[in-house]
């Protein structure tokens, strides 16, 4: 068989316009004016929704294999700059990132999946249980704070009292009231607005962000006490709850109470409600949201832990705080990627969130350079486009058994940048959008400003 | 979090001690410890035989999983790696002797070149050749490993040979994968001996082929006593080796401060080479063992057992080789009687709750020593 070189060609030049566009998008947000940036972000947006929807002879010019590969890239990217913000800008060294995916998909795919079967009651016991979590979380940490030098494990079995307690009342109110708005709602035999398009859509917006949440506080309980083990531990330990998120999803309708979920055959018939629209708005929201973290006085205390927690302890830094705000962070980001992920494919295995592919995050993340969104972002879409994308099509040219020999260039190439670049392909640089805003002027004081753009490397 | 940060700068000076509250935690730990408890006693009077058989395939498991995390703790306890590609050099040692005897017929060679020899003497040189070509294989593909990946990084930061050991392992298990060369399937794996199996029951008996033992009866095979043995062995001349012996002098001496050891003569580079080179042909003899125990072979056959092995040396503090071998057996035993008594699938997930436990109650292992703060 022989490569076509058009279809190289045409690759190529697809993966340099989705580079272009990624480089347009910092660029773009990171203008002076309000009205440029709002412009500049919905012209990068029409761009790619025209080149969805309008055809070229028979085929639009993006085809689905194409949009497919762009919201993948949108959550992947989600998923590993959540890690980039763990491991790359607070230095705790996480394989747990694909856990939280998972638990993300899972758990959004679930809310839709009972709403378009006539059953609101999901979406209410999720966003109640979520709330009075994140409500007792929040309680028990303020409360708790009173307490001086408080054993780990102690705070722990508090945290989880509290939140098994909140879970259980979430389901015993959802269960009641679920009956009760049933006439609001519609059930599978009166559909009422549980059948309207316009309801899915706003379920689906909510169930994302449910799911987030819930991974966010399924993050704060393993993490509080995990993150005190220490890096390596900790890398290890992240990697079991992967494991352990997996044999659940696994077994999830006979140790889990979700037959939906038909454990290791698979979820099937979650709505495709994914659009070029909602994988562009959660990837933005990270993007941003991440953005003002880092360069907040909370991001430059996430940073300090990174590079010197000694001396951060010394600054007044709560460190295990600190860790545990990045890591809780991160994993929201992981779980919006994930809900995202769950309504643009349709179908959830298990063997999705294998820890095997769970590394890939992590490959990202290195190949950008730690502490680099720029270089994440980049990665993120340089690696579905072009490893995903155009090596696996090429190569299925070649023959049947070639696209198996991309997993064996991964870890060469991995092999390769750790060997040559160990700081990453972008190491520390950003640009536009991301780089560090640059403080007013104090009477034309220049070296007031710090230099601009430039987040320390990592030691 | 963000409302808990401001809180957390807003509250008085004085505040109480969090010791008062560390019965809560004690209290939980009892409670889980507790639960344990009554759960083994309780199966253990509800059916003494099935019990004992399931600690009997526990300590199969152990054996085994001690010998790779000898491994995993020398390593560590040197140069601080967690040598990722450990459980693939495992892999490696199932598959090199898959190939040695069902390509080369190795195991049969005393029979070709002596024909007269009684087959017991040919079975157990043959199986012994088998075992040692293949530790003699991994220790050679550790050895490179660690010359061509790991020693250019040595004085790169820890996270970046953490990362290349990954990068080895996926090459590892997907180069293997490869048609040409293993393929992804699952291997009926040709043991070098046979399996002969015996059960206890009014007396030892052997089980003939196509019968079945009678009901509450508890068997064993040779092999889980030849994998009991080896291990034990193993790991008393591991112990000789390390405290007894110049290189094992040397070893110590490494782990305790590589630039003193450096300064004092020794080979640091060859010290290490070597712990490799052990450690490896030590997981290559369990991959054969294991191979043989559970004849189905693929590329990802290390994956976990390898994290589990990792895990035991982590339990029994990691740099001390009979703290590996009691962490591998506690490790066995919570998988067997897991898979028996909860719930099969969630015998993967007990390994890593075990250690999250212990390591929140002794942060260095069961075996460690408190690590000291270093300059």
């Known amino acids: 068989m022989e490569l076509d070189p058009l279809s190289l060609l045409i690759s190529i030049v697809k993966i340099a316009a989705v580079m272009a566009w990624v480089y347009g998008l910092l660029r773009v947000m990171g203008h002076a004016s309000k009205w440029v940036k709002i412009g500049g972000i919905i012209a990068l947006f029409a761009v790619v929704q025209l080149a969805i929807s309008i055809n070229v002879g028979d085929s639009p010019i993006l085809n689905n294999f194409d949009t497919g590969l762009l919201f993948q890239a949108c959550t992947i990217t989600m998923v590993s700059l959540g890690l980039n913000l763990i491991y ?39 966003g109640i249980g979520v709330i009075l979590i994140g409500v007792v979380i929040l309680g028990l940490n303020r409360f708790l704070s009173r307490y001086r030098g408080l054993p780990v494990l102690s705070a722990f079995t508090l945290y989880l009292i509290g939140v098994i307690i909140a879970g259980v009342a979430a389901y015993y109110i959802g269960a009641t009231l679920g009956p009760m708005l049933a006439p609001l709602f519609g059930t599978s035999d009166v559909p009422g607005i549980l059948r309207s398009d316009l309801a899915l859509q706003v379920v689906f917006v909510l169930a994302v962000f449910i799911a987030g949440a819930f991974a966010a506080e399924v993050a704060f309980l393993f993490g509080l006490p995990v993150l005190t083990l220490g890096s390596d531990y900790f890398g290890i330990a992240s990697l079991g709850f992967v494991i352990v998120v997996n044999t659940l999803m696994v077994n999830s309708d006979t140790i889990l109470p979700f037959p939906e979920m038909k454990g290791g055959r698979g979820m099937v018939g979650i709505p495709q409600v994914t659009t070029w629209f909602y994988a562009f708005f959660f990837l933005l929201l990270v993007i941003v949201v991440m953005r003002n973290i880092i360069h907040s006085s909370t991001g430059r205390a996430i940073l300090s832990v ?11 830094i709560n460190i295990a705080n600190y860790k545990l705000l990045s890591f809780v962070t991160g994993s929201l980001f992981a779980g919006l990627g994930g809900g995202v992920y769950a309504h643009y494919i349709g179908f959830l295995s298990p063997g999705t969130f294998d820890f ?28 579905m486009f072009f490893l995903e994308g155009m090596l696996r099509v090429l190569l ?39 780089k560090r805003p640059v403080a007013p002027r104090r009477g034309g004081n220049d070296s007031a400003r710090g230099p601009a753009g430039v987040v320390p490397a990592l030691k | 979090m963000q409302q808990a940060n401001t809180s957390q700068r807003s509250v008085p000076a004085t505040r109480k001690s969090g010791a008062r509250l560390a019965w809560i935690g004690r209290a939980f730990l ?10 083994l006693v309780r199966s253990f009077f509800d059916n003494p035989q099935l019990f004992a058989q399931i600690v009997i395939s526990g300590l199969q498991l152990g054996f085994v999983y001690a010998l790779i995390a000898l491994g995993y703790t020398m390593v560590y306890g040197i140069v601080k790696l967690i040598n990722f590609a450990h459980g693939d050099v495992f892999m490696a040692g199932a598959f090199v002797s898959f190939f040695a005897v069902t390509r080369f017929q190795l195991h049969l060679w005393p029979a070709m070149v002596f024909p007269n020899l009684p087959p017991i003497v040919v079975t157990v040189v043959g199986s012994i050749t088998v075992i040692l070509l293949s530790m003699a294989v991994c220790a050679l593909m550790a050895v490179t490993i660690e010359r061509v990946a790991y020693k250019p990084l040595r004085t790169a930061p820890r996270i ?17 994968a490869l048609n040409f060369v293993f393929s992804p399937r699952f291997i009926p794996y040709q043991r070098p001996f046979d399996v002969v199996t015996w059960y206890i029951f009014d007396g030892i008996h052997q089980v003939m082929p196509g019968q079945n033992p009678p009901q509450g009866s508890i068997t064993f095979s040779n092999i889980a006593i030849i994998i009991m043995v080896v291990s034990i062995l193993m790991q008393l001349s591991l112990q000789f080796l390390v405290r007894r012996t110049r290189i094992g002098k040397a070893m110590r001496a490494t782990a305790f401060d590589k630039q003193a050891a450096q300064l004092m003569g020794i080979n640091v580079d060859r010290v290490i080479s070597i712990t490799f080179a052990i450690g490896s042909a030590f997981a290559g003899l369990g991959g ?43 490790m066995g035993q919570a998988e067997a009687l897991t898979a028996g008594y909860i719930s099969t699938p969630m015998r993967d997930a007990i390994a890593f709750t075990i250690l999250i436990v212990v390591l929140l109650v002794r942060p260095t292992g069961i075996f460690g020593e408190p690590e000291k703060e270093k300059a």
């Open chain 1, 88 to 126: 790359g800008f607070n230095g705790q060294f996480s394989l747990g990132q694909w856990g939280f995916y998972g638990i993300g998909a899972y758990a959004a795919a679930d809310i839709t999946y009972r709403w378009t079967n006539g059953d609101a009651a999901g979406l209410l016991v999720a």
């Open chain 1, 306 to 316: 990174r590079e010197d927690e000694t001396a951060s302890k010394a600054m007044g």
């Open chain 1, 356 to 383: 095997l592919i769970g590394f890939n995050p992590l490959i990202i993340v290195v190949f950008g350079g730690l502490g680099s969104m720029t270089g994440t972002l980049v990665a993120g879409f340089f690696w």
């Open chain 1, 396 to 434: 299925g040219q070649l023959g049947t058994e070639a696209p198996t020999w991309r997993f064996v260039l991964y870890p060469i190439t991995l092999l390769l940048m750790m060997l040559v670049r160990p700081k990453g392909l972008l190491g520390s640089v950003e640009w536009g959008f991301l």
């Open chain 2, 30 to 39: 009892l409670a889980l410890a507790l639960f344990a408890v009554i759960v």
């Open chain 2, 160 to 176: 970046a040979a953490l990362i290349t050991a990954i990068g080895v392992s996926f090459f590892l298990e997907y180069f293997g």
């Open chain 2, 288 to 330: 054969v063992l294991y191979a043989i125990a559970y004849p189905s072979i693929n590329t990802l056959l290390g994956v976990l057992p390898g994290l589990k092995a990792f895990v035991a040396a982590v339990l029994g503090g990691i740099g001390s080789i009979p703290g590996a071998f009691v962490g591998a057996l506690i």
